[in-house]
Nanobody, 132 residues
Framework: QVQLVESGGGLVQPGGSLRLSCAAP????????IGWYRQAPGKEREGVAE??????????????RYADFVKGRFTTSRDSGKTTAYLQMTNLQPSDTGVYYC???????????????????WGQGTQVTVSS
């Protein structure tokens, strides 16, 4: 089963940029749908984390999906070697603060539809803090 590892988080001032990476050590991400989610501080209900979808890309969906609140600011991509996915974040705002996760369902050739359930494979998350 593929395992995902995120990196690239940190502290940035409002208006700044960060690039998050999502890798699968020892594996290729070729063909897997890769989604990005985030969990804002305190977003938990009855012990269950509340995460919101940010972006998702796959080889079979016609377009890359972005949440409305990141359109025009965030871009997700995959490197040519298909070993790492990226989330380029620009014009970051305090409301973007949270733990960012990448996720896949482990099925090559599948779409982003339905991605993000607890049954999917999640990375450990990387903290993004936007503050002056």
């Amino acid at each position: 089963q593929v395992q995902l590892v995120e990196s690239g988080g940190g502290l940035v001032q409002p208006g700044g940029s960060l690039r998050l990476s999502c890798a699968a050590p020892g594996n290729s991400l070729d063909g897997y749908p890769i989604g990005w989610y985030r969990q804002a501080p305190g977003k938990e209900r009855e012990g269950v984390a509340e995460r919101e979808g940010v972006a998702c890309l796959s080889d079979v969906d016609p377009t890359i999906r972005y949440a409305d609140f990141v359109k025009g600011r965030f871009t997700t991509s995959r490197d040519s070697g298909k070993t790492t996915a990226y989330l380029q974040m620009t014009n970051l705002q305090p409301s973007d603060t949270g733990v960012y996760y990448c996720v896949t369902n482990g099925w090559r050739g599948s779409s982003c539809r339905g991605l993000g359930s607890h049954a999917d494979t999640w990375g450990q998350g990387t903290q993004v803090t936007v503050s002056s």
